[in-house]
Nanobody, 123 residues
Framework: QLQLVESGGGLVQPGGSLRLSCSAS????????IGWFRQVPGKEREGVSC????????YYTNSVKGRFTISRDNAKNTVYLQMNSLKPEDTAVYYC????????????????WGQGTQVTVSS
């Protein structure tokens, strides 16, 4: 069974950090572009970051540039999203997704999705 599983979410104070993990089972992530998306109730899913499968190029939405870092460890079949200097507006359910072609801001083009992990930034 092909599956993505996110972990690492939780409650953190503003200015704090979290590291999200996206692990795959049933397939290897090596050649997939892996995107992180987030969604709050009543709003459309938003692309946060992506790492390509070909040369590990990275992309970030403007609101997280300089604060979030995406990386991949192919030996562990895992992609990470390091989130620093977190703000209340980062609160959302975070999803990882795999695209067999390339990084794409259109979430409908991704092939596999995880179940999501909640990130809450609050004092």
């Amino acid at each position: 069974q092909l599956q993505l599983v996110e972990s690492g979410g939780g409650l953190v104070q503003p200015g704090g950090s979290l590291r999200l993990s996206c692990s795959a089972s049933g397939f290897t992530l090596d050649y997939y572009a892996i995107g992180w998306f987030r969604q709050v109730p009543g709003k459309e899913r938003e692309g946060v970051s992506c790492i390509s499968g070909t040369d590990s190029s990275t992309y970030y939405t403007n609101s997280v540039k300089g604060r979030f870092t995406i990386s991949r460890d192919n030996a562990k079949n895992t992609v990470y999203l390091q989130m620093n200097s977190l703000k209340p507006e980062d609160t959302a359910v975070y999803y990882c997704a795999a695209d067999s072609f390339s990084c794409d801001n259109n979430y409908a083009n991704y092939d596999y999705w995880g179940q999501g992990t909640q990130v809450t930034v609050s004092s």
